[in-house]
């Protein structure tokens, strides 16, 4: 993600969130950047950049939040299954 504003790689994120709904952590993977990086590029700078594409990134993050005890408990069962 060098040669790129920060602000431009705030924009791209959340756009690749509410493409793909994808998680931060699969965000910070696939932009090279840290969840950290994501986390505060989605939550804070965008609000001051592109407020309606905040919003819409902030609902995708949401869903993942809600359904993030769902997905520890299939991997749990994923990896005992396997053992």
């Known amino acids: 993600m060098r040669g790129i504003s920060i602000e ?7 756009q690749y969130i509410i493409d793909s709904k994808d998680t931060v952590r699969g965000a910070a ?3 090279g ?9 989605v939550s804070e700078r ?14 995708i993050l949401d ?10 408990g299939m991997a749990t069962k994923m990896k005992y299954k396997n053992s």
């Open 46 to 59: 965008l609000l001051h950049i592109n407020y309606a594409l905040a919003k819409e990134v902030r609902k």
């Open 8 to 14: 431009e790689r705030a924009v791209a994120l959340a």
């Open 29 to 31: 993977k696939r932009f």
């Open 63 to 72: 869903e993942n939040k809600a359904e993030r005890h769902i997905r520890g």
């Open 33 to 41: 950047v840290s969840k950290s990086t994501v986390h505060k590029d």
